[in-house]
């Protein structure tokens, strides 16, 4: 039912006299293909193949040929009820009580009495065939609906492999405790390198979800990519370390200074460099070399790992893509990672380019971002500051999950600081009014008043003698911009890492 040339054309079957000719010289004249049938069977065999309408007079459907025509309706695909159109009203034949309710129970039925004019059956003809094509775009959004559930199926499968792989290792790594109830610092390591493989997934989920929105922002700003590749290879070093793989990072005495998002420069790199370290066997080699051309400044990333068939050099910055072989199916992975890549780049005005000799052989990236021009209208980004002790703080922390609240309090009170904590909205505004803390952070999601309300009663009692800070799951720009409309200071994404505390800490002075 694929071939164009069948899918629409009009079946006819009229035995007597030249009812059969004439009708279909009239129909191919208004544009719509036919073919006459004298032979019943063949025109049964002929449906099959394809149609888009049939077109019968009383007379060609005996009982035989209607039993026929009921198996051959019968053989179609649930979606499609081919459209049938009979001449009826004979002088000779208006005595006969004649039924066709063996095909209205299996297709829509048209009768047209006779003397018919032209015109009306060439517009019954059209009305039919305008039916039929509509049948044929619903069995192709049919189809792509059930490629999609295809997709979805198959994504969640591999998520949730995803998933269990760190869940698994931290579930077992916090149940690795001496006899006095204490983890091991390995253990402690593990459970936090695994916590963060586990935000990284979360991470891409949710820019995969601004890509396909069109969300997705880019805030520029004049960075050296050499001091991003540094941080990249400094993020993964443990990782490296794990898998056995020897990272070498060549990079030119000159800056290569871009106009790019410092965070999603990063993201560019480290996802690039993640796949080359996951694909290379231990005892491997990954290189990261850094150069320019005249235009552009390019990270090359290049191993020694299970290459990349040729047939897939062209699918791999697909989303959900993924390398087949035993070797990288083991190594997991959404397949959403170099589609992020590529789209990220591409918003910068750069490029990604993969290349391989084959299965075994390694592979080699290159990307690209144009070099800043001496008119670029951003700030360059100044390298991060010597690290200072922070003087202790007073703060309240206003979330309802406990083992959050608690865990994060215990930590911010082992590193100076004077630490409160509740769990609703309500006991929230009551401390933060009768304490006065340096700084709240303050969850969005809670119980009897939620963050905003909490933020906006805090600024009109206390204005701006304290640091509000939102802590939230959701972290797109209409988040973080209500945040700042309830008089937030800033806004944190959970997972909320204590080094992200402390960078704020570090950024709002101390009260007098």
């Not at 998933?163 to 402690?188: F, V």
Request: hydrophobic share 45%; charged share 25%.
């Amino acid at each position: 039912m694929n071939d164009p040339a069948l899918a629409l054309r009009v079946l006819i079957s009229a035995p007597v006299g030249r009812d059969a000719e004439l009708m279909c010289t009239h129909l191919q004249k208004a544009g719509m293909p036919c073919v006459a049938f004298a032979d019943f069977d063949e025109l049964c065999a002929a449906l099959i193949e394809g149609a888009g309408a049939l077109l019968f007079t009383e007379e060609a459907l005996s009982h035989e040929a209607l039993q026929k025509l009921a198996r051959a309706l019968d053989k179609q695909p649930a979606w499609s009820e081919v459209p049938i159109i009979i001449l009826t009203g004979l002088p000779e034949m208006e005595t006969k009580n004649r039924s066709f309710r063996v095909l209205t129970r299996r297709t829509n039925l048209t009768l047209v009495d006779r003397p018919v004019r032209i015109q009306s059956l060439i517009s019954a003809a059209q009305s039919s065939l305008a039916a039929r094509k509509r049948q044929y775009d619903i069995r192709e959004l049919m189809e792509k609906l059930e490629d999609r559930v295809h997709e979805r199926d198959r994504f969640l499968a591999i998520l949730g492999h995803e998933l269990r792989n760190p869940l698994g290792a931290i579930l077992l790594a916090s149940q690795m405790t001496n006899a006095d109830g204490c983890l091991e610092e390995e253990h402690a390591h593990l459970i936090e390198r695994q916590a963060r493989h586990l935000t990284r997934i979360v991470n891409d989920l949710l820019d995969l979800s601004r890509v396909v929105s069109g969300k997705i922002v880019i805030k520029p700003q004049r960075i050296d990519l050499r001091r991003v590749a540094q941080q990249s290879l400094q993020t993964l070093e443990e990782a490296s370390r794990s898998h056995e793989v020897t990272v070498e990072l060549r990079l030119p005495d000159e800056p290569l200074t871009v106009s790019a998002d410092p965070v999603r420069a990063d993201q560019i790199i480290t996802n690039v460099l993640t796949n080359a370290i996951k694909y290379t066997p231990e005892q491997g080699h990954v290189i990261v070399t850094l150069e320019r051309d005249e235009t552009d400044a390019i990270v090359r990333v290049e191993d020694d790992g299970v290459g990349i068939d040729a047939d897939r050099i062209g699918t791999i910055f697909e989303l959900f893509a993924q390398a087949e072989n035993a070797i990288g199916r083991s190594q997991g992975g959404m397949g959403i990672g170099l589609a992020l890549v590529r789209t990220l780049i591409e918003l910068h005005g750069g490029t990604i380019t993969a290349d391989s000799d084959g299965i075994g052989k390694g592979s080699r990236f290159a990307i690209r971002f144009p070099l800043a021009t001496a008119s670029t209208d951003t700030a360059e980004v100044a390298p991060p500051a010597a690290t200072i002790p922070l003087a202790p703080r007073h703060i309240v922390i206003v979330e309802d999950n406990t083992d959050v609240r608690e865990l994060l309090r215990l930590k911010l009170r082992r590193l100076g600081h004077d630490v409160e904590a509740v769990g609703d909205g309500v006991s929230g505004v009551a401390m933060i009014l009768a304490s006065k803390p340096d700084m709240a952070l303050i969850d969005i999601g809670l119980p009897r008043l939620d963050g905003y309300q909490v933020a906006t009663q805090v600024r009109s009692k206390l204005g701006g003698d304290v640091v509000l800070i939102a802590v939230s799951g959701f972290g797109q720009p209409e988040d973080k911009r209500r945040a700042a409309e309830a008089g937030f200071d800033d806004h944190l994404t959970k997972p909320a890492d204590v080094q992200d505390i402390e960078s704020l800490l570090a950024r709002f002075p101390v009260k007098e």
